[in-house]
């Protein structure tokens, strides 16, 4: 069976943990944006890592975020697929206290100052799955896992230009998105 | 340029991926349009609320724990446990020396390795920190890594060819021990890091600068080498290629 090479190699495994485990809260922080359901998130995670230590031994480096991240990604579109008549409403993100104030805010702001008042973090994350796909996946690999362009070009399959463009877009949503909450809690 | 352009030419800028010539183009626009401006102003500030890593999600315990358990396990756990507990009294310095560069370098995997194993060459030069075992003797320097580390670093005595050997250490980087050959050419340190690589393939030796030192990278046989030094580069570049060419024929 040529897919059992890396479960019977205890050297492979070994590596495995050491080199995939450490990157299992960015995957998992991956996997909540993209799917935005804490469950499905584990499940997607788990999958993610049985399948990476499956095919641990067509793994080339260097680095191995980008290729978890890879292959998360066919997990979540796999689950995407299985959910694709039950649009997510985005309601499964901060239950209660979704419409919950910033922390702080003042009412007369410099110019400067004028976008980022509230980095409450709850109401960031919200603002976050309120983009659509493919245009969050990109905003989270850029701002949030930290991938140059030529990575997210890897892990999405798609050119550095295409990065590009949805990454403006991405950014222009989160920029509108923000602007109107501020316009909202004043 | 125009407005169109700058607005996807812009985020480029922001995340420092633009080469010189069109950031220097993209400033210039920026400098005469106030909507554009005013978009790269509020993008700065987005990135910054964003990278402060409190969006982040870490991974539940139970999680955790499932992945863990479905993962075969290695044998002869005790000797590793053991290593582990020894090389966690370094990680500690580890993580502080290379916290203040990671406030100033972008997070790429291969900029975050790098800057690891600068940093542990400043590390090294610090008082007392070059080497574990000390010995210009390549025969005693070369067995003191066994049992200490899962690689066995080549260890071959560049001495007649100007580089000589002083000794061995156990570093610790990006979580996993590692093996330091520590050389001297006149009074500039060379610290040759070895870590099991990828695969088994040899891949040709890079050439990269980092705060002023200079690092050369390369594969053979299936371990991953990097050359740290305050060197000029060819006379860096001539160590990597001596100790090439030493290690392949013992």
């Known amino acids: 069976m040529p897919t059992g090479i890396a479960n019977n190699d205890p050297e492979q495994a070994r590596r495995f943990r050491e080199l995939a485990l450490p990157h299992l809260d960015a995957v998992y922080t991956l996997a909540r944006y993209l799917l935005r359901d804490a469950a499905d998130a584990d499940d997607a995670v788990q999958e993610c890592y049985l399948r990476a230590l499956k095919h641990f031994h067509t793994y080339q480096g260097p680095a191995i975020k980008p290729w978890l991240f890879a292959i998360l990604r066919n997990v979540c579109n796999a689950e995407y697929a299985r959910r694709a008549h039950a649009p997510s409403t985005g309601a499964d993100e901060l239950p209660e206290n979704a419409e919950q104030a910033p922390l702080w805010h003042e009412a007369e702001e410099t110019p400067e100052a004028a976008m980022v008042k509230q980095h409450d973090v709850g109401t960031i994350r919200r603002l976050i799955a309120g983009i659509a796909e493919p245009f969050r996946e990109t905003l989270v690999l850029r701002e949030i896992e930290n991938l140059s362009y030529r990575e997210i070009s890897d892990v999405a399959e798609v050119p550095v230009g295409t990065v590009m463009s949805r990454l403006a877009r991405a950014r222009a949503m989160l920029r509108s998105a923000w602007l109107a909450e501020q316009e909202k809690t004043k | 340029m125009t407005c169109e352009e700058a607005e996807i030419l812009l985020h480029a800028l922001v995340d420092?991926?633009?080469?010189?010539?069109?950031?220097?183009?993209?400033?210039?626009?920026?400098?005469?349009?106030?909507?554009?401006?005013?978009?790269?102003?509020?993008?700065?500030?987005?990135?910054?609320?964003?990278?402060?890593?409190?969006?982040?999600?870490?991974?539940?315990?139970?999680?955790?724990?499932?992945?863990?358990?479905?993962?075969?396990?290695?044998?002869?756990?005790?000797?590793?446990?053991?290593?582990?507990?020894?090389?966690?009294?370094?990680?500690?310095?580890?993580?502080?020396?290379?916290?203040?560069?990671?406030?100033?370098?972008?997070?790429?995997?291969?900029?975050?390795?790098?800057?690891?194993?600068?940093?542990?060459?400043?590390?090294?030069?610090?008082?007392?920190?070059?080497?574990?075992?000390?010995?210009?003797?390549?025969?005693?320097?070369?067995?003191?890594?066994?049992?200490?580390?899962?690689?066995?670093?080549?260890v071959v005595d560049l001495g007649s060819q100007g580089f000589a050997l002083i000794g061995g250490r156990l570093d610790?980087?990006?979580?996993?021990?590692?093996?330091?050959?520590?050389?001297?050419?006149?009074?500039?340190?060379?610290?040759?890091?070895?870590?099991?690589?990828?695969?088994?393939?040899?891949?040709?030796?890079?050439?990269?600068?980092?705060?002023?030192?200079?690092?050369?990278?390369?594969?053979?046989?299936?371990?991953?080498?990097?050359?740290?030094?305050?060197?000029?580069r060819e006379e860096l570049a001539n160590f990597g290629e001596k100790f090439e060419a030493a290690a392949r024929a013992t």
């Open chain 2, 172 to 232: 610790y980087i990006d979580g996993r021990p590692v093996g330091a050959v520590i050389y001297r050419r006149r009074q500039h340190v060379i610290n040759l890091f070895v870590t099991q690589g990828a695969g088994t393939e040899s891949r040709p030796a890079t050439m990269e600068s980092m705060q002023g030192y200079n690092i050369r990278r390369w594969t053979d046989r299936g371990l991953d080498y990097w050359a740290v030094s305050d060197l000029g």
């Open chain 2, 16 to 154: 420092g991926e633009l080469d010189a010539g069109h950031a220097r183009e993209v400033e210039e626009h920026l400098s005469t349009c106030a909507k554009c401006a005013a978009a790269a102003r509020d993008y700065r500030e987005i990135r910054k609320a964003m990278a402060d890593g409190g969006l982040r999600y870490a991974a539940p315990p139970e999680l955790r724990r499932r992945i863990e358990a479905s993962l075969p396990h290695a044998k002869a756990p005790t000797r590793r446990a053991l290593l582990q507990g020894f090389a966690m009294g370094s990680a500690v310095s580890a993580i502080a020396a290379t916290g203040l560069f990671a406030i100033v370098l972008r997070g790429d995997d291969e900029q975050r390795l790098q800057t690891a194993f600068v940093s542990a060459h400043l590390r090294s030069l610090q008082a007392n920190h070059l080497t574990d075992v000390i010995s210009t003797d390549q025969h005693t320097v070369k067995p003191w890594f066994n049992g200490r580390i899962d690689v066995a670093p080549p």
